[in-house]
């Protein structure tokens, strides 16, 4: 089977080191790279060239879509993410970069 993935370098990267702030959820945007392991996000923007990011989108990293970090690897390793929809993928450092997530609530308990 021939997996026609595309180059995951950096050509095309836009680094989003730097928080924003995302008119339209009302809170603090920033980098997947910065989210901590346990935190559920919902992605922003994929900030990657339109072949790229349709892919992760198809992957389940695109606009609107939720993402729990499972755990981050030690020296700038690789982020651990499960998918809304349940997949799992490892994503490098600098690509999470290019990746602007916002961080969910947490359920509201009902008591």
Same mark, same amino acid.
Do not use: C, K, Y
């Given at each position: 089977?021939?997996?026609?993935? !595309? ?10 080191? =730097? ?11 920033? !980098? ?35 993402? =729990? ?41 009902? =008591?």
């Amino acid at each position: 089977m021939d997996l026609n993935i !595309p180059n995951l370098g950096s050509a095309g990267v836009t680094d989003m080191a =730097t928080p924003a702030h995302d008119a339209r959820a009302g809170v603090a945007a920033g !980098p997947l790279a910065n989210a901590s392991a346990g935190e559920r996000v919902v992605v922003i923007e994929v900030g990657l060239e339109a072949d790229l990011a349709g892919w992760l989108g198809a992957m389940g990293l695109g606009s609107g879509q939720t993402l =729990t970090v499972i755990r981050r690897a030690a020296f700038g390793g690789p982020l651990h993410v499960r998918t809304g929809s349940g997949g799992e993928l490892a994503i490098n450092a600098g690509l999470a970069r290019s990746i602007l997530v916002a961080p969910l609530a947490a359920p509201r308990r009902i =008591t």
